[in-house]
Structure formats: structure tokens, C-alpha cells
């Protein structure tokens, strides 16, 4: 019986003040949205003789534990406007999942919600927002998805 071994996490990734990149880990919650969005275009004489296509938007949540300085960093980054990659930081050898990346590129926050504090357990943060940009690749390497623009 094989047991699954986790090697791999999603990161939050940025370009600091002096040029090096940085990334601030753990995210405990990633759901991701895509709105692939396309209308039908009537006529009085008939219906759907054609399709509008509206941009493509990809928007996300993330939550982190509000404790340490990774709530932190995310307001920075959330109040400074900085655009940054959601990637997935593998460990030496790690093979766990079907997709060895899934990247969210030029990322911005756009709202955060804190929850309350209680006696049990830490506080979590949760942060919404847009990516501009976002690539799929299989773990073989054969199978590569470009890059999808929104």
C-alpha cells in the first residue's frame, strides 16, 4: 500500500525592495475561480447566430493563520499594490501530485477579511484577489498548457 507523502506547499512569490525574491509560506486555503465568459448574440429574425467573448478573468481566495509574519507580509504586499506568484514550493524529490506547477502570475490583492480571535485555535486571515496571468504543466513534462492571459 503506497501512503501519501506530502512534499509540496503553496507559496506566496515576490520581488523584494532590493530586486531578490522572497516568499512567505504557509497558505493553509487556496480556492481559485476562472469565468470564462461568452454571450449569445440574437437576432429578431433568429436566436443565437453568434457568440460575444468577454475577457477571461481568474480571480482567488487565500487563507493563512494570522499568526507569525505571513498575515503580515500578505497586507504589505495588499496595501504597497505589489504583484506576486502563487506557486507550489516542492521539496528534493517530491513527486506527489498530478501537476508539478500551477502558478498564478502578476497576482494583486484586492480585499482581506480577518476572523475573529477565539479561545481555541489561531485567527485566520483570508485574501482576495485577481492574477493577470496563469500556466498549468504535467509532472512527465509531455504535456504543457501556455500561458492563459485574462
Not at 437576432?43 to 443565437?48: L, Q
Not at 487563507?63 to 507569525?68: L, Q
Request: glycine fraction near 8%; proline fraction near 4%.
Amino acid at each position: 500500500m503506497d501512503l501519501v507523502n506530502w512534499k509540496s506547499r503553496l507559496a506566496v512569490k515576490y520581488k523584494g525592495a532590493d530586486g531578490a525574491e522572497k516568499l512567505i509560506s504557509p497558505i493553509d486555503s487556496f480556492q481559485p475561480s476562472f469565468s470564462l465568459n461568452a454571450e449569445a448574440l440574437h437576432s429578431v429574425e433568429r436566436t443565437h447566430m453568434g457568440v460575444v467573448y468577454s475577457p477571461s478573468q481568474i480571480s482567488f481566495s487565500i487563507s493563512v493563520k494570522a499568526i507569525g509574519t505571513v498575515a503580515a507580509e500578505l497586507m504589505l504586499l495588499a496595501m504597497r499594490g505589489t504583484p506576486f506568484d502563487i506557486v507550489i514550493v516542492e521539496n528534493e524529490g517530491g513527486q506527489d501530485w498530478s501537476f508539478k506547477e500551477v502558478a498564478l502570475s502578476k497576482c494583486i490583492i484586492t480585499s482581506t477579511s480577518p476572523s475573529n480571535a477565539t479561545i481555541s485555535g489561531a485567527p485566520a486571515a483570508t485574501f482576495s484577489g485577481f492574477s493577470l496571468m496563469g500556466s498549468i504543466s504535467s509532472s512527465s513534462g509531455d504535456a504543457k498548457v501556455g500561458m492563459v492571459e485574462a
